[in-house]
């Protein structure tokens, strides 16, 4: 009953979350937060899917065995700990976000120019708000792990690399030689603290 509730009102935390981010910035900036296209389309949709299919399989177990459970790794303590890790990429995904301050942009917007943010997480990884959502994505499998949730997954996180491929070309197109060193310095995923 306790892994329920949580796993709803972690999605509402979450969602609350990043709807005020966008809404913070909109309001200090003035200017479009979310981009348009097929891969931002994608993610949303995706990452709508694997909450969906994780709130279902917690709240029907007819549901959770037609989507493949995997039954082996269906414990309480590895449930609780999947919670616990997705408490923890709402938290980081909020403070990495944060950070971010007004270049904080959902989709890359190619006639907008923002700065390029080299301190704090950002002093020793590029992408820590994406790695937020990785850890959310593995948070959720380890609540109800099954073979369609891991299928969804693992689409979304292609989708979520991607789109890091493409803001990393649209940076060193709008930054040049400022971001090829700031590149060098820090790593994509995981920090690099020894520089």
């Not at 037609?66 to 890790?85: D, E």
């Not at 917007?109 to 593995?138: V, W």
């Not at 990393?168 to 690099?192: A, Q, V």
Request: one cysteine or more.
């Amino acid at each position: 009953m306790i892994e329920k509730i949580l796993i709803i009102l972690l999605t509402l935390i979450y969602l609350g979350a990043f709807i005020t981010r966008n809404l913070i910035v909109k309001a200090d900036t003035k200017q479009r937060i979310r981009a348009s296209d097929f891969l931002l389309k994608s993610s949303i949709i995706f990452t709508s899917l694997c909450f969906l299919m994780t709130i279902i399989s917690t709240n029907s177990e007819r549901w959770y065995q037609l989507m493949g459970a995997i039954v082996f790794l269906r414990y309480p303590i590895i449930s609780y700990m999947g919670l616990f890790l997705f408490a923890l990429s709402i938290i980081m995904g909020w403070s990495f976000s944060a950070q971010l301050k007004n270049s904080w942009r959902v989709g890359i917007h190619e006639n907008q120019k923002t700065a390029l943010i080299q301190n704090g997480i950002y002093a020793y990884i590029r992408n820590p708000y994406f790695l937020s959502y990785f850890i959310m994505f593995f948070s959720l499998f380890l609540v109800r792990p099954s073979y369609v949730l891991f299928v969804l997954l693992l689409a979304a996180s292609t989708i979520f690399h991607c789109m890091v491929i493409r803001e990393e070309i649209h940076l060193l197109n709008l930054h040049g030689k400022e971001y090829i060193k700031y590149k060098k310095k820090t790593g994509r995923y995981i920090p690099r603290f020894i520089k």
